[in-house]
């Protein structure tokens, strides 16, 4: 069986602040990974994703992603949070790659103080 | 390019009624699947679709039903309403390669 663990239901960053949302995955090889952030009354927009190669991973608006094989984990980051970026994070596991479906976290709410 | 369309936003039901949440893609991924999102537990998966013809059950597929008859649609039906299903649905597709694409979701509460 595939897991995603979102330890951190809740945080509060100040702006400018950086920042580091955790997530922890269980399969049994390597996943696909991926950062999906959701905007109240919004569907999920991509962030990131990681399928094989450089563990470093660069998205959109400024966030990066580190696949840690021997932690499970694929921590995402961004070195200086907005205001904009309050939001709810999801990370997401693809492990069967035949069926192209996701296993995703429960989600972490980012607040953001000004 | 629309993308992934889903309709209705939002939709009230009594309990005991059927109906239908409507998915249609106009990229032509031949894969397709449907989520429901519900507080602290994030997306789970309830059907997919790996191409026309061919459907498959996810994590929560009880009370739902799904057929794929073209590339294009992936329409989700309930078809007898319960209160266990108040829940913000949403549809995906991709190609082979491609990451998942969201539409914006069903707001959907059974009363």
């Known amino acids: 069986a595939q897991s995603v663990t979102q330890p951190d239901i809740h945080i509060t960053v100040s702006e400018g602040a950086s920042l580091e949302l955790r997530c922890n995955y269980s399969?049994?090889?390597?996943?696909?990974l991926f950062w999906y952030v959701q905007s109240p009354g919004q569907g999920l927009q991509l962030l990131l994703k990681?399928?094989?190669?450089?563990?470093l991973v660069q998205g959109i608006k400024g966030f990066e992603a580190e696949f840690k094989r021997s932690q499970s984990s694929f921590n995402l980051r961004k070195p200086s949070v907005h205001w904009s970026d309050a939001a709810e994070y999801f990370c997401?596991?693809?492990?069967?790659?035949?069926?192209?479906?996701?296993?995703f976290g429960s989600g972490t709410r980012l607040q953001v103080q000004p | 390019n629309a993308g992934v369309t889903q309709t209705p936003k939002f939709q009230v039901l009594k309990t005991g009624q059927s109906m239908t949440l409507q998915c249609a893609q106009d990229?032509?991924?031949?894969?397709m699947s449907w989520y429901r999102q519900d507080p602290g537990m994030g997306l789970r998966l309830i059907h997919y679709s790996v191409g026309a013809g061919i459907t498959d059950q996810g994590e929560v597929p009880n009370g739902y039903n799904v057929s794929r008859s073209t590339t294009e649609d992936f329409p989700l039906r309930l078809l007898s309403a319960a209160p266990s299903q108040t829940s913000v649905y949403f549809c995906?597709?991709?190609?082979?390669?491609?990451?998942?694409?969201f539409g914006n979701g069903t707001r959907l509460t059974v009363t």
């Open positions: 990229m032509n991924h031949e894969y």
């Open positions: 995906a597709s991709s190609g082979s390669q491609s990451p998942l694409h």
């Open positions: 399969y049994g090889a390597t996943p696909y």
């Open positions: 990681y399928f094989s190669g450089d563990t």
């Open positions: 997401a596991l693809e492990g069967d790659t035949g069926r192209r479906a996701l296993t």
